[in-house]
């Protein structure tokens, strides 16, 4: 089995920054992509960034150029610095990784989320 943890949530001025990291543990082979969602009160899951094993990275539009997805294999963990936080970033955020435990054992993994609330 595989855990993710997350980190790095809390209470920030509009903005403001934060920095989340997620760090696997477990029997894990190798980590494929990983990524960061976010859900708002009432509203659906949404992919806010992704980032590929070869670093390929995505971002949904509306935190293009305020947030960036990385990643450090040898750790396992990925990371979200989020920079000029808006309210409307406020939701909890949750950690996914696509991981191969062994040759029979790949799936997708989520953390149990760290709230973001953005308010003055």
């Known amino acids: 089995q595989v855990q993710l943890v997350e980190s790095g949530g809390g209470l920030v001025q509009p903005g403001g920054s934060l920095r989340l990291s997620c760090a696997a543990s477990?029997?894990?082979?190798?980590?494929?992509?990983m990524g960061w969602y976010r859900q708002a009160p009432g509203k659906k899951r949404e992919l806010v960034a992704g980032?590929?094993?070869?670093?390929?990275?995505d971002y949904t539009d509306s935190v293009k150029g305020r947030f960036t997805i990385s990643r450090d294999n040898a750790k396992n963990t990925v990371y979200l610095q989020m920079n000029s936080l808006k309210p409307e970033d406020t939701a909890v955020y949750y950690c996914n990784a696509d991981v191969k435990s062994s040759p029979w054992d790949r799936r997708f993994y989520w953390g149990q989320g760290t709230q973001v609330t953005v308010s003055s």
């Open positions: 477990g029997i894990i082979s190798r980590i494929y992509t």
């Open positions: 980032i590929s094993s070869a670093d390929t990275t």
